[in-house]
DNA sequence: GATCGATATCTGTGATCTCATATTGTGATC
DNA sequence: GATCACAATATGAGATCACAGATATCGATC
């Protein structure tokens, strides 16, 4: 009765022959697919409007269409996707009211996240954030976007897990996967500006124990950035004249 | 809606009817496996610490597998489930800490949707929340516990709803997902403190056009309701003698 | 009688298949 | 030449299957 079933080891050794052929880890596909979708939201991969088509996706990442389907639930229950009328998901497209929400929102929680973080400080964690630091404002002198980013992120994330709450965390990842893609392509415009003076004032703040200080350095950094996205928002969310691609990327 | 659910042995054969006149809507299943989740949660049809088997809830409801997995999952994405080791979801038993904490960040985000709720706020909202608090008062009275969950929840979003900030409603969704379970139990509690008053002041509050103090009322509304969910809250989460039973209920 | 090991069952995961629908492309008609 | 209709295609949804790991069960041995 099995004697059919054997076919399909074949099949799994053909199929990811695509690529680098060497990922057969099993019980971790959907994760892959999961840190590839966040990476790439984050990073700019996806661009706002974008809708993502399950087959090329799984085709692209060289797996069924089953981990896809997964992942882009989970995108899609924490707002970082939204799903079309046909049952397709797209990048959302954000409107500016939306953009406003999501940065008020912002203050809120990353700034009681920062607050709470600076409550229990401890210098170590001033010395990791001094060196995350250091790598952004390297990467903003080189003007390497992605860098910029990537540390930036970095930074705010070791702040905020630094207070130590499991219920703020994932909220606040929520609100960075929903603006992440705009946030990238509004880095493409070059009259945004790009200091990181803010984090050195919270990084004064926390070493001088004064958590109030550290929480209006973060609301002042979080609005900055608010303004700036918006500057460059049009009614219809932000759109770049070269940015009409919707030719998916697989490569980063 | 509801009439074809019950017939568990019926469902094998569900497959190619769509002729009994109940229920073979294309691409709507997964949606009322959703909300059957959801207000199970709220409900308390599924107890902190209960393992969800994918199989036998397919097998309850009367569909594959497959719409519960993608249900699950977003469930597991909005922190409403946990992963165990073995990849079984089951409802999270919130200890202490976490209760505290997802109490502190639904007085900072409930408090905020109320605030502006209250700034754009019409007389239709005050009448209509007035009603709600009418079926609360009464559920009180009659010790009914269902539908003192059911007012309370409709009271709160629609409250929070008035704001018209697609951001906030989502993560407050998500923090009731997760104390959801718990705060059904608590109501099992003889001692449980029940009454409305803050929901009085709120109104009174929106009646002054007073934002301010519309956020101070729901704010001691939560905070009494969490201080009330913690004194009943052992180390290991909430653990009530008679709620061992890991049996899955389906009717409801 | 207790403990350890082998087996049988149950679990989620990933792949494949079918189908209804949405989308698109093409052609014919006005 | 533009528009509408029809067909070809593509897409997601749901069901089913096959596999691997975890768990529980039962038997044998000490």
Redesign the pocket.
Known sequence: M?A??????D??ES??AGKDGSKP????????VLHYMRRGLMVGAFLPGQ????????AGL??????V??V??RLVAANALE???????RVPRLSPEKLRDLFSVREVLEGMATELAARKVRPELIEELGAINKELLTAIEKRDILNCLSSNQKFHFTLYEAAGSAVLMPLIESLWLQFGPTMYMSLLIPSMPWNASDHEHILAALGANNPAAARKGIVHDIRTTGKALLSVAGPNGLELPFANGPELQFDY
Chains 1, 2 share one sequence.
Do not use: C, D, Y
């Open positions: 099995e059919q079933g054997r076919m399909r080891v099949k799994i199929k990811p880890a099993r019980g971790h596909v959907h994760e892959h809708v993502m088509s399950l087959r090329k996706l799984a060289g797996t069924s269409p089953m981990p389907r997964e882009l639930s799903e079309t009328k046909g049952g397709s998901v």
